[in-house]
């Protein structure tokens, strides 16, 4: 059984591979370098409170998977864009919505 550094490390790598995230602009993007990304990835370094949040954010990770990884979360489409909702802003937020509503609109009336 994986330690849950290991397991932490293998989330991150997954999530930032599935996001099609360089390490470079991980890094870039949490403020922190390109090495530390690694050690957490491969190495099982424990990241600061602040490092793993802005981790978790940025990499649309649902907080269950690295708190309850016990938990058998099944990544469905729906699950997906919910969490790609929570990185918009406001004016992404309306173009998804009007997106939303033209689509719904034109589906044929039943």
């Known amino acids: 059984m994986q330690n849950e550094h290991e397991m932490l490390g293998e989330i991150i790598k997954n999530a930032r591979m599935k996001a099609d995230i360089t390490v470079e602009d991980l890094a870039a993007k ?7 990304i690694y050690r957490i990835e491969n190495e099982g370094k424990k990241p600061s409170y602040d490092i793993l949040y802005k981790l978790i954010r940025e990499l649309s990770i649902l907080p269950d ?4 990884p ?28 009007a997106t939303v509503r033209a689509a719904l609109d034109s589906q044929p009336k039943e």
């Open 30 to 36: 949490v403020g922190v370098g390109e090495r530390f």
């Open 65 to 68: 998977q690295i708190f309850f």
């Open 70 to 97: 016990e938990k058998q979360i099944e990544d469905s489409e729906m699950e997906s864009l919910v969490r790609m909702l929570y990185n918009c802003d406001e004016r992404s937020m309306q173009i998804i919505k």
